[in-house]
């Protein structure tokens, strides 16, 4: 990396840079005399690329006119540097008036051979008095700056957080789309057995009265058994051992195992029915029952498709205006924690949500609250441990509307407490995390009227975000 070549601003070159600065954008029209101040106070140079005027934690030296050339800024997120500012002859960096920053945010890199008027941060408490007009320029450039920088800094959170919800999203749309592929496939195959079944139920010409029992048996198939897998599985062992006692296939247990057919009806069944008609009879109930749970099963799995095509509609407001209007907080909050529930069980997370009935609206952007609690959620899987708990509770109080998010991982320790809402700062291991959730959360949440406090200690961590009922 060059060194800079300085060249001073006063005696020889003063007139020339004095011309230059009263050409420049940002401070050009300011009185001369305020322009001869600073050619007095300041130097000219000149810089080769990839000289670093700034350098990320590091306090910020001088502020700087740029005459000609390009300089970047650049912040590191999770782990990456990426740009977010670019500045160009016109432009002034570094060190602004009344600007509270103490040290660089990130790296403002010079990009090509470019010229820099340079006025040390000694001389700046002195300018709103010396220069009151080139102050008040800069300050109208510092608010244009921190504005940028929020919208570039939630653009990044939003484009973080869309990566997160598309790889839940697919995580958790995998699942059911392969059990209803699974099932079709499979459900052919049962379709087969059934015609076979039915063929030979037929040739087994059963009397009025031994397929009306047969119907009433076949009628227990219509809703399945809720058994653990030990309870499924004693259960598949009778059936199997009653089957094998008369004579009939044991692998119709299986299926007859998730039904509510009974021990005691398929005794009823073999009194009216027996020998090989019984074995036809069993096989026909069976193949039903194993195509309508196939059925089932693909029904459940494209509901669970269409639940969470609807949770992530309602998350995002894909469909709504952006405007403020009264928003549901308990119905934002399922919706998130739907989009969320795959990483909770990744996790093998408690993830549990509280909210009464008659929790009253809030008014503000539903997509940006929904924002703020897949942030703290989010966050909070991060925090606890393998099989922590993360519970979720709303409730109104008074005039507002109270969301907590808790979770039972080690806390926030004391000495970074403070700082945990800044951006760009994260405890998270490098390529984690962007340092720019809780900033994003606390910007969210004052946009719509909104508070937000942290209270942590070993085992407990409790975010709070009370907003404004609605009306």
């Not at 660089?104 to 001389?123: K, T």
């Not at 990483?343 to 008014?363: E, M």
Request: hydrophobic share 45%; with cysteine; net charge negative.
């Amino acid at each position: 990396m060059t060194k800079p070549r300085p060249e001073s601003g006063t005696a020889g070159d003063g007139g020339d840079v004095l011309a230059r600065l009263a050409a420049h954008r940002a401070i050009g029209k300011v009185p001369r005399a305020e322009l001869e101040w600073l050619v007095a106070h300041g130097t000219l140079e000149r810089y080769e690329p990839g000289w670093m005027i700034a350098r990320k934690g590091e306090p910020v030296e001088a502020l700087y006119v740029i005459l000609t050339g390009h300089v970047s800024h650049l912040t590191d997120q999770g782990g990456t540097w990426r740009k977010v500012m670019d500045w160009r002859e016109g432009d002034v960096v570094g060190m602004l008036p009344y600007s509270r920053l103490a040290t660089a945010p990130g790296n403002s890199v010079i990009q090509v051979p470019s010229e820099l008027f340079r006025v040390a941060c000694e001389h700046l408490p002195v300018l709103p008095v010396e220069c009151p007009q080139v102050t008040a320029e800069l300050v109208h450039v510092m608010v244009d700056r921190a504005r940028a920088f929020k919208v570039s800094d939630l653009q990044v959170e939003k484009m973080a957080s869309l990566g997160k919800l598309a790889a839940g999203l697919a995580h958790e749309l995998n699942n059911p789309a392969s059990a209803a592929a699974r099932s079709a496939q499979l459900i052919s195959e049962a379709l087969d057995e059934a015609d076979d079944a039915s063929r030979a139920l037929g040739a087994a010409a059963l009397d009025a009265g031994a397929l009306a029992m047969l119907a009433r048996v076949r009628s227990a198939c219509g809703a399945p058994r809720l058994l653990s897998p030990l309870e499924r599985a004693d259960r598949e062992e009778s059936l199997a051992g009653w089957l094998l006692d008369h004579g009939a296939d044991d692998a119709l247990a299986a299926p007859l195992a998730e039904t509510d057919v009974t021990l005691g009806q398929l005794g009823e069944l073999a009194t009216a029915i027996g020998g090989d008609k019984l074995h036809a009879s069993l096989r026909w109930v069976a193949a039903g029952c194993t195509v309508r749970g196939l059925a089932r099963d693909i029904e459940r799995a494209a509901s669970r498709v269409h639940e969470l095509v609807s949770a992530v509609k309602g998350f995002t407001y894909m469909d709504r205006a952006a405007t403020p209007d009264s928003v549901d907080v308990g119905k934002g909050l399922t919706d998130t924690l739907a989009v969320l529930a795959g990483k909770a069980r990744g996790r093998s997370a408690i993830l549990t949500l509280t909210v009464p009935a008659d929790l009253p609206r809030v008014r503000g952007f539903g997509g940006e609250l929904n924002q703020v609690w897949a942030n703290l959620v989010d966050n909070a899987l991060d925090a606890v441990p393998e099989g922590g708990r993360v519970m979720v509770t709303a409730a109104g109080e008074g005039a507002m509307v109270v969301v907590r998010v808790t979770d039972d991982g080690p806390g926030i320790p004391i000495e970074v407490k403070s700082r945990i809402f800044d951006p760009f700062f994260t405890t998270k291991a490098v390529g984690m995390g962007t340092g720019l959730g809780l900033d994003i959360v606390r910007r969210l949440v004052d946009r719509n009227e909104g508070s937000v406090e942290v209270a942590s200690e070993p085992g407990r961590t409790e975010f709070r975000v009370a907003l404004p009922v609605a009306g």
